[in-house]
Nanobody, 117 residues
Framework: QVQLVESGGGLVQAGGSLTLSCAAS????????MGWYRQAPGKQRELVAV???????NYADSVKGRFTISRDNAKNTVYLQMNSLKPEDTAVYYC???????????WGKGTPVTVSS
């Protein structure tokens, strides 16, 4: 089993910044991708950013140039630096880990981000 624990969410004014962290623990023995998703009230969960074990990244168009995903493999931790936040970034942000070979995926419980205008 794999456990993911997110932290760093909160309330911030538009234009501000937040950094989310997600620490993974458990049986992490194979190559994996880690990412962040978000779900706003009344909307479906959507991809925000993903990073591979080789540090390749992919971002949703809505966050390109504002958000940066990174990972520390030694700590099994992924980060999401969010700058120039907008009210439309308000959502619960979920951490995801997916093993490349098996396809097994795990989710954190989420951390809320609220951006006030």
């Amino acid at each position: 089993q794999v456990q993911l624990v997110e932290s760093g969410g909160g309330l911030v004014q538009a234009g501000g910044s937040l950094t989310l962290s997600c620490a993974a623990s458990g049986n992490i023995f194979s190559i994996n991708n880690m990412g962040w998703y978000r779900q706003a009230p009344g909307k479906q969960r959507e991809l925000v950013a993903v990073i591979t074990s080789g540090d390749s990244t992919n971002y949703a168009d809505s966050v390109k140039g504002r958000f940066t995903i990174s990972r520390d493999n030694a700590k099994n931790t992924v980060y999401l630096q969010m700058n120039s936040l907008k009210p439309e970034d308000t959502a619960v942000y979920y951490c995801n880990l997916q093993f490349v070979i098996s396809g097994m995926a795990y989710w954190g419980k989420g951390t809320p981000v609220t951006v006030s205008s």
